[in-house]
């Protein structure tokens, strides 16, 4: 149970090591440059695209709040009848 709890933390953590090494040293490419001739900077390339990713995921989860029953069955709201069962019952 405490894994549930501690596991995301552990996550967020890495992923911001990650993100800080990547800030500091750069990515390099399939090639291993040296003196980093063909690196490409964090700034401009990974913080559009990572900006990309948080907008989209928040307007997905904004989304998901304002209209929390968009996705959901018809037959979920519908009231109830212990008297009768659902059409697609049927006794063999």
């Not at 800030?23 to 964090?42: A, D, M, N, Y």
Request: aromatic content about 16%; charged content about 15%.
């Amino acid at each position: 149970m405490v894994a549930h709890f501690l596991l995301p933390f552990m996550v967020i953590g890495m992923m911001l090591i990650h993100l800080n090494l990547l800030h500091l040293r750069g990515r390099t490419g399939q090639s291993f440059t040296l003196r980093g001739v063909g690196k490409v900077g964090f700034f401009p390339y990974y913080w559009a695209k990572d900006l990309l990713n948080v907008s989209l995921y928040f307007v997905f989860l904004s989304l998901s709040v304002a209209f929390p029953f968009a996705l959901g069955e018809v037959e979920l709201f519908e009231e109830s009848d212990s008297m009768t069962s659902p059409v697609h019952i049927v006794p063999e």
